[in-house]
């Protein structure tokens, strides 16, 4: 056990920390303000193009081959500069990985890891939530290509995307979950509504709800084999599920230690409750930072794709929650009266993370069969 | 960097859990079997265990920090009844102190368990706990004197009486009066950076003991819940069981993660930053031991409620192990105090 950086780790770090003095673009807090959504992929090519970003994914599609503990260095040194997090992929690099074939890995993954080629990920329709499987967006073949009709909502980044990454049915006449295939769909082409959402902070950049009426994918372009699509999702959203995938650790280290900041200004200012509740938030940051670190150790000999996530999912909730809860706080009588209060805004933004990626409920549900070993009824 | 296990702490987290797991006890009427727990206790002596702390020779030692942690989680794991952390932290602050360990000796605390007491004169004017000392014979309890800028060790002994909540491990109160004597050749006085490092140690042990009582009792709820049949199925299939039980899974898994860090850290790095570190992993692992143990309780119904249903056990030495180096409160009022900065009028 060595929490140490090696010789290289201190290299890297010590390269890390000079560039982002020079390169932090300052944005607000991503939960509170449209802003960072808007430049949000600037911060991706930036941090990308420095050497900075796919750390521990292959060379050849770009990354850098690294020891997966490389990200936790990435995550310390945003954090402790208060830059933006690093962007949120790994998971589809996981499943694209995993699951696509050499020609669509040299196709996709390039772009992807680069931010050259913008993602979105259409899984979640209005009537297929938790029951992903129950999906009705339908793929139908029509010589070499497959014609698009559904309807997706949580499409991240939807309105920027030059690719959707389309869980569809393929085949109706088989049990639901096996009539799914998955496509990397080109978002620019006719066919293709898209329509924001305005969530409970008022952000409208992050979601989107994107409308399929007729546009079409080649079939060259299908992940992994026809009926695959199931599978595909469920190594996708375990490791969205993962605090180490998703660099999301940083946000929470900045926001607590901006919180403590404003406290330690003026220290009587605030009752005891405020103050333990940043206390609280304190514990749970640095609780799943040292998570984090031991997640990403663990995966120092290869990938494990097992139900883990799904406890990093609920830590990481947890700590969110925790760390909402000590804005909405320390903000006091100001979160009511101001309603563009930033700790306002942080604390409802993170409600969400309780639902986005996998309920809590689920999550849970998985925890109790898939690792307790519970009876399933 | 590579928060692991070492293959050879692995195989020692391996040794300890079996050990413990074979002579901790079953069942509530194990706790009374006065031969297993005597194979226990000289089981943990044969090991050298109760020396992990010794000094090495040159000052450090004898064993990290993530060893003893290893130990302590295995013992706390199994509601192992046989002191461990009670000795060696006795054995670390004798170190520190560059005084030879004195074999049985505990430190005694305050009543409020925060701290070791600090004493003046030839005899106790407080009550002294000795926590985690031995059930049998005459208590000895270090304490602490003042000596200009820094402190020396003294040895509160006496006879004993113990009644706490805590059915594994004993407290033992000397009552005011209790005599003091010096301990003999002791090199060097404690400064409050030894004082933080050795407390860090105190919050690594109780923080790894109930990362471990919370690992015992979740196995012994969750397969209670697969045994046990209400409406014809076993209530592990009822959702609300299995997400309080997923709910506790996650806790273990979090108190874990924040608890080998100080292990570490303890050895590593300065004491302020190791300290930090200790108070993150006790606030995190008190409020969580304090949940798992309840789920564990009312999983088990009615049942769960019953001296003879043995999760009590548990909960009973969780509540020891968070008093003992302050609880969750405690922890939270010591960051605040040196992260948010000294609010006038509190202290």
């Known amino acids: ?377 | 960097m590579d928060t692991r296990d070492t293959p050879e702490q692995a195989e020692l987290r391996r040794t300890a859990s079996r050990l413990a797991g074979e002579l901790g006890p079953r069942t509530v009427t194990d706790l009374d079997d006065r031969e297993r727990n005597q194979r226990l206790a000289e089981a943990v002596r044969g090991t050298g265990w109760l020396e992990l702390r010794h000094d090495d020779g040159e000052g450090k030692p004898l064993a990290s920090g993530v060893e003893a942690a290893i130990i302590a989680e295995a013992l706390g794991q199994a509601v192992a009844g046989v002191p461990f952390a009670g000795p060696t932290l006795a054995a670390d602050l004798a170190r520190r102190a560059g005084a030879q360990p004195i074999d049985g000796a505990v430190v005694g605390f305050a009543p409020d368990l925060v701290g070791a007491a600090v004493v003046a004169g030839t005899a106790t004017d407080a009550p002294i706990l000795a926590v985690d000392h031995a059930a049998q014979g005459p208590v000895a309890a270090y304490v602490l004197v003042a000596d200009g800028d820094g402190y020396r060790l003294a040895l509160a002994r006496g006879e004993g009486t113990s009644d706490g909540a805590d059915l594994t491990r004993n407290v033992h109160q000397l009552p005011p009066g209790t005599s003091l004597d010096p301990v003999a050749e002791q090199s060097r006085l404690l400064s409050r950076e030894d004082l933080d490092a050795w407390t860090t140690l105190g919050l690594v042990l109780t923080s790894a003991d109930m990362v471990g009582l919370m690992r015992g009792v979740l196995d012994v709820t969750v397969e209670y819940a697969k045994e046990r049949k209400q409406y014809g199925v076993a209530i592990g299939t009822f959702q609300a069981v299995q997400h309080l039980l997923a709910e506790a899974q996650c806790l273990v898994e979090g108190a874990f993660s924040a608890a080998v860090y100080p292990a570490w850290a303890v050895d590593e790095l300065a004491p302020a930053e190791a300290l930090t570190a200790g108070r993150v992993a006790k606030a995190y692992a008190a409020r969580a031991a304090r949940t798992v143990c309840e789920t564990a309780v009312q999983v088990h119904g009615g049942i769960g409620n019953t001296w003879d249903c043995i999760v009590h056990v548990h909960l009973r030495r969780a509540l020891l192990s968070s008093e003992w180096f302050g609880g969750d409160g405690e922890q939270l009022r010591q960051l605040e105090r040196s992260r948010l900065g000294v609010v006038d009028g509190l202290s």
């Open chain 1, 1 to 377: 056990m060595d929490f140490r950086d090696s010789p290289e780790e201190a290299d890297f770090r010590k390269r890390l920390r000079a560039w982002i003095a020079d390169n932090n673009p300052g944005l607000p807090a991503s939960s509170t303000d449209d802003e960072y959504w808007a430049r949000q992929a600037e911060w991706h090519t930036a941090l990308y193009d420095a050497g900075f970003f796919g750390l521990s994914w292959p060379k050849r599609f770009g990354g850098h081959e690294l020891p997966t503990v490389f990200d936790v260095i990435l995550d310390d040194e945003i954090a402790a500069a208060g830059a933006p997090p690093r962007p949120s992929l790994g998971y589809l690099v996981q499943g694209i990985t995993t699951h696509g074939s050499e020609a669509i890995q040299d196709r996709f993954l390039p772009g992807l890891i680069s931010g050259r080629e913008r993602w979105c990920q259409g899984f979640s329709e209005p009537d297929a939530g938790s029951d992903l499987a129950a999906l009705r967006t339908t793929a139908t073949r029509d010589g070499d290509e497959y014609v698009l009709q559904g309807h997706k909502i949580w499409t991240s980044y939807s309105d920027v995307a030059d690719w959707c990454f389309l869980l569809a049915r393929t085949d109706p006449g088989v049990p639901k979950h096996k009539g799914l295939s998955a496509f990397a769909v080109p978002m620019a082409q006719p066919g293709i509504e898209q329509y924001p959402l305005r969530m409970i902070n008022g952000i409208t950049k992050e979601f989107g709800q994107v409308v399929f009426d007729g546009a079409r994918v080649s079939a060259a372009n299908m992940i992994g084999e026809p009926g695959e699509g199931w599978r595909i999702a469920m190594t996708i959203v375990s490791h969205e599920r993962e605090p180490g995938e998703v660099g999301y650790v940083s946000r929470y280290a900045k926001t607590v230690k901006d919180l403590e900041k404003t406290l330690r200004a003026d220290p009587g200012a605030y009752r005891s409750d405020q103050r333990e509740a940043v206390a609280w938030a304190y514990v749970q940051a640095e609780m799943l930072r040292l998570h984090v670190r031991r997640r990403l150790s663990e995966r120092l000999d290869g990938p494990d794709h097992g139900p883990g996530g799904s406890i990093d999912k609920i830590l990481m909730t947890w700590v969110e929650q925790s760390v909402g809860a000590a804005t909405l706080s320390a903000a006091g009588s100001r979160a009511v009266v101001d309603g563009d209060e930033v700790g306002l805004k942080i604390y409802l933004y993170s409600r969400a993370q309780s639902v986005m990626g996998g309920t809590s409920q689920i999550q849970k549900n998985i925890i109790a069969t898939r690792i307790l070993g519970l009876p399933v009824t």
